[in-house]
């Protein structure tokens, strides 16, 4: 592992660069999963523990079910366990910004608390991201996930990869060993949303993907559903490109168009009443998409305006936070202005 781990920093297929051995940061971010969370930390820390320099760093996502709690038990006895834990549920982007932010290693893997994708995997992204990449995406092999959730993600990646031109790595899923400077500088970009699997190739990081096992949850309910994943995919698509608009003014061009010509025909006698009335109403639907995706592009733009508001409010930690991310500010134990130099 060590002869690995030394590899760092190299470029893919070249041992030039060499870099400092890696610690590894990683990350778990947990919502409601007392289900789970004590099998996930055993197993986790089993498997990271193979490595010198590794912190757990437990996300979590408001939870009100006695998480926060197990989490602090977990640190009582482990000081390679640290936590930090929101106001409220901001939601797994905004658990994985602050976890890529407050990773103080130089590596971090992110895992999820269900162990839907089993930590032995780690070695085999620790291994993959040694060859010289700054991001390792595990693609799930035979994914145990309801078709619908399977489906769902199949279709719009293929259109924002197919049809919107986004780049991204088809099938990513959230398991991924990321260069942490890297998943900062993505977290930290001015976009409302920090859609990593889209934003990592946008900022020219260097990224592969890796299949790997892929299992059922092994306690408590998914946290996901049809109602967040929709509107998870519309960001991604505007988000990204613009080619959406630039479709529809071209459909609303071909609306006048072919309006002018019908009412001409109209004009002449040729065309019936009820030809006129279909008519009419295509081009009032065509203007009702226009209107709806100028007003999507609009919410895109108001949210970056916002960007000035935290993602996130951290209600404790046991480690070191931003005051302007902490609800209670100077109040809290452990706020620092700056963390940045804590980073290995
Ligand atoms: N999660 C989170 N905040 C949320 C939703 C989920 O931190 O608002 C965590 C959750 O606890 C788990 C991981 O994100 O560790 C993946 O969630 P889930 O298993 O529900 O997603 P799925 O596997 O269905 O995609
Ligand atoms: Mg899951």
């Known amino acids: 592992m060590t002869d690995l781990i030394h590899k760092t920093g190299a470029r893919a297929g070249t041992e030039d660069a060499r870099m400092p051995p890696p610690g590894i940061t990683a990350m778990i971010p947990?919502?409601?999963?007392?289900?789970c969370v004590e099998r996930a930390y055993q197993e986790i820390q089993t498997e990271v523990g193979k490595y010198d320099d590794v912190e757990l760093l437990f996300i979590d996502d408001g939870s009100t079910d006695g998480t926060l709690d197990a989490i602090k038990g977990f640190a009582a006895v482990d000081p390679r366990v640290k936590y930090i834990s929101f106001a409220r549920n901001f939601g797994l982007e905004a658990a994985f910004s602050a976890g890529f932010k407050y990773a103080s290693k130089a590596w971090t893997v992110q895992f999820d608390a269900d162990l839907q994708s089993p930590p032995h995997e780690i070695h085999r992204l620790v291994a993959k991201a040694m060859e010289g990449y700054d991001v390792v995406f595990a693609v799930r092999e035979n994914r145990r996930d309801p078709w619908y959730r399977k489906l769902g993600t199949w279709a719009h990646q293929t259109i924002a990869?197919?049809?919107?031109?986004?780049?991204?790595?088809?099938?990513?899923?959230?398991f991924r060993i990321v260069r942490t400077s890297v998943a900062r500088k993505v977290v930290d970009s001015r976009l409302s949303t920090p859609y990593f699997i889209a934003t990592a190739p946008l900022i020219g990081a260097r990224y592969t993907t890796l299949p790997t096992e892929h299992h059922p949850r092994v306690d408590g309910v998914g946290k996901w559903n049809l109602r967040k994943l929709f509107p998870h995919a519309i960001e991604l698509f505007v988000g990204f490109s613009f080619r959406p608009l630039a479709w529809l003014i071209g459909l609303s061009a071909a609306a006048v168009a072919g309006?002018?010509?019908?009412?001409?025909?109209?004009?002449?006698?040729?065309?019936?009443?009820?030809?006129?009335?279909?008519?009419?109403?295509?081009?009032?639907?065509?203007?009702?998409?226009?209107?709806t995706v100028v007003a999507r592009y609009l919410v895109r733009v108001m949210r970056v305006q916002a960007i000035g508001v935290p993602r996130y409010q951290i209600r404790e930690a046991n480690i070191p936070i931003r005051a302007d991310e902490a609800l209670y500010g100077h109040e809290t134990p452990y706020v620092v202005a700056e963390v940045w130099e804590n980073v290995s």
């Not at 009419?280 to 065509?286: C, D, H, I, Q």
Request: glycine share 10%.
């Open 259 to 291: 309006g002018a010509v019908i009412s001409a025909l109209a004009l002449a006698g040729q065309l019936s009443q009820l030809a006129v009335g279909l008519a009419a109403l295509v081009t009032s639907l065509v203007t009702l998409m226009l209107l």
């Open 161 to 174: 990869r197919r049809w919107l031109g986004i780049e991204l790595p088809q099938g990513a899923s959230v």
């Open 30 to 35: 947990c919502y409601n999963e007392i289900d």
